[in-house]
């Protein structure tokens, strides 16, 4: 009987590109869920929260859809986010003068300072290592992240 692990050596296995990517891409997710969970015991509020508090600060007044899209959450999710804030007192909403249809959101007084004490979204060593990095590094870098972002992301039904 012939021993076939002896007479044929294994061949060469070339590295997968895509295998690798994925397996970056799940650290990275990883990596975000673990911070989410620090986060939320830091602060009571999950990532989603923070995001969306984050980003009616930095937009003003807003509607519920420059929300979502500024987010990168579903215009539901937004919803289910905002009920939760306005719940705590962190947000108000209200319809708009000019078209009821339209809800906006302002931070309250509450909301400003949970925003004021919250840590940030990347561990402070991360945040160093990134403001450390020149700019056009850092550049290069979100590039590549939105790069990676648009080949993974779900396409648009068509």
Known sequence: MRDISAADPPLPTEPDPTAELVRSVRRIAQAIDVRSREIARLTGLT????????????????????????????????VAVLDRLEARGLIVRYRSTSDRRIVHARLTPDGEAALRDAPGLLRPGAMRALADLPPERREALAAAIRAVTDLIAAEAPA
């Open 47 to 78: 990532l989603p929260q923070l995001l969306v508090l984050q980003s009616i600060r930095a937009l003003g007044e807003v509607s519920t859809h420059a929300v979502s899209r500024d987010v990168s959450l579903s215009a539901p999710t937004v």
